[in-house]
Structures are given as C-alpha cells and as structure tokens.
C-alpha cells in the first residue's frame, strides 16, 4: 500500500507530539507528506452569555495559529514534508472530509490509554474517525505505541 498523505490530527498535547512521532516514522518509510490540523470546535452552549462568541473564537483562532506555526517549525525541523491547516468546526467531522478532499491515505489520532475526561473524549473522537474515514485509521497511544488499525471503507 502507498501511504503519499498522512493526515494527523493535533491539540498541542503531549498525545499530538507522540501522534506526529509516529506519523513521521511512517512518512519517512513512504516518502509521504504530513498534513497537520487543528480544529477549533463550537464554543459550548450558553458562552454567548458571559462572552461576546466572535470575539472569543478569533482569540482561540489567533492562539491556535501561533501554536500552529510552532508547531509545524518544529515538524519541519524533524521531517520537511510537513504542511498544517487550521479549522473551525467539529473535529471528527472535519477530519473526516479532509480526508476526503485532500485524498489522504493514513490518518494518524491520539487514542491515550489513561482513563481520565479528556483521554475518554480522545479515545471518542478517534473511534469516530474509525467509523467515518474513507482511509485507514492509525491510532496512536500518548506514550507512542500503536492502539488500533482500521479501514472503513468510504461507503461507510
């Protein structure tokens, strides 16, 4: 199987670096190109109320931006073939249609082992994605070691 684009999925977290380890290790066995995203979701139902919604996802989006850049300077520094996007939206959904209109082979997402909120709500959208790419899916542990590998076909 030719693996030309990975697509990963990044918070800043710990979990994104491991993530981008991995799909570094894989890209560089293929020659493939890395797509780095961020996705600003929603802000959660009643914000609006403390906070003017415009204002605050232009902060997020400016704050993501800068993470991004460095971010993606430090990807580039390790592997060249790194490029990132930024997006609003939901994250598996995004996701998912990105790796449709970028034609990309891999996706590779954090799915951490520790039980905690966040890790479960990781564990959530990596499952999703799962379900809903048109490409496999490399789900990646936060300590680097691989949780699952799965092909759901684009008819899904």
Known sequence: ??????????DFTRCSHAV?????????????????????????????RWTEP????EHYAEAARTQLDRF????LGIYPKCTSELHFGILHEIVSELARKLSV???????????RYLERI???????????AACPVLAVHADGGVDQ????SASA
């Open 105 to 115: 082979d891999l996706i590779v997402v954090a799915a951490p082992s520790q039980p």
């Open 20 to 48: 981008l380890k991995r799909a570094i290790d894989v890209a560089r066995e293929h020659d493939s190109e890395i797509v780095l995203v961020h996705v600003i979701e929603p802000l959660p139902y009643g914000v609006g």
């Open 72 to 75: 993606t300077d430090a990807a």
């Open 54 to 57: 415009t204002q605050t996802l």
């Open 122 to 132: 990781r564990r959530s959208v990596a499952e999703k994605l799962v379900r809903q």
């Open 149 to 152: 590998e799965d092909h759901v």
């Open 1 to 10: 199987m030719k693996i030309e684009r990975i697509l990963v999925p990044i």
